[in-house]
T-cell receptor, first 114, second 117 residues
């Protein structure tokens, strides 16, 4: 079972609307969680990074939340733009059998329509 | 703003041929990563360097893949011989040295898209 699960797998929204992407993880103990945006054919770009003690982190129209008790994170995008069309990847770092690991989710593919 | 450089951006090769990718990390970043990303999936770590030393290559198919970072700066990833299933995006990332085992934010290059025919 993947230790970082993202949902939905893909999402289509209209320009100007808000949306929320989910990330559930089982990595424990947990160190930090990051959200990346990956445009088609490009490398991922970091949006937010949160440690165990942080509940929320914003970067412009992107707001990430973290509930370390339930091991859930969400990325909320406000007033979506066409340029938000991309894959959003949740990345969790923490302890795993064999040492410290960074584990990538499969991503949520977001399509913003005009 | 400093960026991770990768070349080539695209590579088409025939199976059984050798192929090599190059990565130049952000200056001062001690840690360098090579990832493989199959279309529709998240990146999968192939190898991680700390300076010139390999710290994790547990997912690297060592029968055909090799990676080096001889002077602790730029790095090369090689595949020989290439197979059809190697078609993917190969991403390089770098980060500052982590403290007490806690990794720092990774900065990714644009990737090399490989197509094996």
């Amino acid at each position: 079972k993947n230790q970082v699960e993202q949902s939905p797998q893909s999402l289509i929204i209209l320009e100007g609307k808000n949306c929320t992407l989910q990330c559930n993880y089982t990595v424990s103990p947990f160190s930090n969680l990051r959200w990346y945006k990956q445009d088609t054919g490009r490398g991922p770009v970091s949006l937010t990074i949160m440690t165990f003690s942080e509940n929320t982190k914003s970067n412009g129209r992107y707001t990430a939340t973290l509930d370390a008790d339930t091991k859930q994170s969400s990325l909320h995008i406000t007033a979506s733009q066409l340029s938000d069309s991309a894959s959003y990847i949740c990345v969790v770092s923490g302890d795993d059998t064999g040492g410290f690991k960074t584990i990538f989710g499969a991503g949520t593919r977001l399509f913003v329509k005009a | 703003e400093a960026e991770v450089a990768q070349s080539p951006r695209y590579k088409i090769t025939e199976k059984s041929q050798a192929v090599a990718f190059w990565c130049d990390p952000i200056s001062g970043h001690a840690t360098l990563y090579w990832y493989r990303q199959i279309l529709g999936q998240g990146p999968e770590l192939l190898v991680q360097f700390q300076d010139e030393s390999v710290v994790d290559d547990s997912q690297l198919p060592k029968d055909r893949f090799s990676a080096e970072r001889l002077k602790g700066v730029d790095s090369t990833l090689k595949i020989q011989p290439a197979e059809l299933g190697d078609s993917a995006m190969y991403l390089c990332a770098s980060s500052l040295r982590g403290v007490a085992g806690v990794p720092k934010t990774q900065y990714f290059g644009p990737g090399t898209r490989l197509l094996v025919l």
